[in-house]
């Protein structure tokens, strides 16, 4: 049994695996989650035909279990995590996880809408199907470097969406000001301009309100080009903060192989030293020279 839960950690928990590549066993779960994914988008269809409908209630049956045998089994070979503590601790610690809670109210959504019988609560519980997506998390290494270099970059993000707050804030005021008498549909008040500002500092422009005096174009065209200045440095601050997180991460990956290497060495080395030590004392026993 233990070696079959030693297999399941490695094959259930990315990381794990010596090599630290998503095993065939994630690779199929990822294939399932989209899979997934797909059926659950479709079902909120109302215009399926029956047989459509059918395949997917089968399918809704078919990915229930195995979402509900994966929960199960990452409970059951959790207690396989590095660290102290006994083996249920470690399997309450999985389960009160981030990624725990999302795989079980994955399985909920999942099966739950097989049993429920209130047609409003049946709906709700489709829809949360979706959030299969978040499984995603656990097996892209790509993803948690983001969310990383996003924490570690944190101080200067909040810095540049202030800096973003006072331009919408300005240009929205300044249009109220100039065109408020002129649209007051669209500019009559500062809460209305700020649609006007977001759109226009995030360069979307819907077209459903724009200046139409000389001084407000100019103000549009003033906030439109600081938006693309404003685009472009979150997008750096995240872009920087990433490279740093893959070079890091390969560091690191460096800095195991020559600590391997090292304990390579030193068996190696113990190795020979014993060796020579068993023949020294195979010399000296009595009677070794006149075997030879």
Do not use: C
Not at 49 to 69: D, Y
């Amino acid at each position: 049994m233990g070696a079959l839960r030693t297999k399941l950690y490695e094959q259930l928990f990315v990381g794990a695996h010596p090599d630290g590549r998503l095993t065939l066993l994630n690779r199929l779960l990822i294939a399932t989650i989209v899979l997934a994914v797909i059926g659950a988008a479709l079902g909120t269809e109302p215009t399926l035909s029956p047989a459509w409908q059918r395949g997917l209630l089968i399918g809704e049956l078919v990915f229930g279990t195995i979402f509900l045998g994966e929960y199960l089994a990452r409970v059951y070979a959790a207690a396989e995590a590095p660290g102290e503590g006994s083996a249920w601790a470690k399997r309450w610690a999985f389960m009160r996880s981030w990624l725990g809670i999302v795989d079980l109210v994955v399985v909920v959504a999942t099966l739950a809408p097989l049993v429920a019988g209130d047609a409003a609560v049946l709906r709700v519980l489709r829809l949360f199907r979706v959030i299969a997506v978040m499984k995603f998390g656990r097996f892209s290494l790509a993803v948690k470097s983001v969310w990383q270099a996003i924490a570690d970059r944190g101080d200067d993000l909040i810095v540049t969406a202030a800096l973003a707050f006072v331009f919408v804030l300005t240009g929205a005021t300044l249009l109220h000001v100039v065109e408020g008498s002129i649209q007051p549909e669209q500019f009559g008040s500062i809460p209305r301009s700020l649609w006007w500002a977001i759109i226009t500092l995030t360069t979307v422009g819907y077209g459903d309100a724009y200046p139409v005096t000389v001084i407000g174009k100019f103000i549009g065209g003033t906030l439109a080009l600081s938006g693309i200045a404003f685009v472009a440095m979150p997008t750096g601050i995240i872009a920087a903060a990433f490279s740093d997180a893959m070079q890091a991460r390969r560091d690191k990956k460096i800095q195991e192989m020559r600590e391997h290497l090292e304990r390579l060495d030193e068996i190696d080395e113990n190795v020979v030293a014993k060796l020579e030590k068993l023949e020294r004392a195979s010399q000296t026993q009595p009677g070794s020279r006149g075997l030879d």
